[in-house]
């Protein structure tokens, strides 16, 4: 979804409206097969997407300060699963304080994305 955004390197030139012409298309072809889907990545576009997508999904959003980005998806009462991963240092305890509160379900994952992960308490 985020393949417009610079350093992406597609070969072609992609812009914005693409991505959000993409995103839409592709809501409506889950939601016409009785599909749910979440948004990932390109947090650029969540104020167009929020009211056509079910949820989010983010990565690292903590440690790299953008969970703010996708806070339309809990306003509407839709889920934001947030995976922060072990290999970043992330504080998690602070993950889950600030995550919580706001409608955000975090977890702690390793980047191998094995079995193991640790839940807020």
């Known amino acids: 979804m985020d393949s417009f955004e610079a350093g992406s390197a597609t070969g072609f030139p992609l812009t914005t409206a693409d991505g959000l012409d993409y995103a839409r298309w592709l809501a409506a072809q889950a939601h016409a097969r009785g599909l749910a889907l979440a948004q990932k990545n390109a947090a650029s576009l969540t104020a167009d997407l929020a009211g056509l997508y079910d949820g989010a999904l983010t990565e690292d959003c903590f440690q790299d300060g953008w969970c703010a980005e996708v806070l339309a998806y809990p306003a509407a009462g839709k889920p934001v699963f947030m995976a922060e991963y072990t290999d970043t240092g ?12 706001r409608g955000f379900s975090p977890i702690l994952k390793d980047r191998a994305l094995t079995s193991s992960f640790q839940a807020c308490p």
């Open 90 to 101: 992330v504080d998690f305890a602070a993950a889950c304080a600030w995550g919580q509160p």
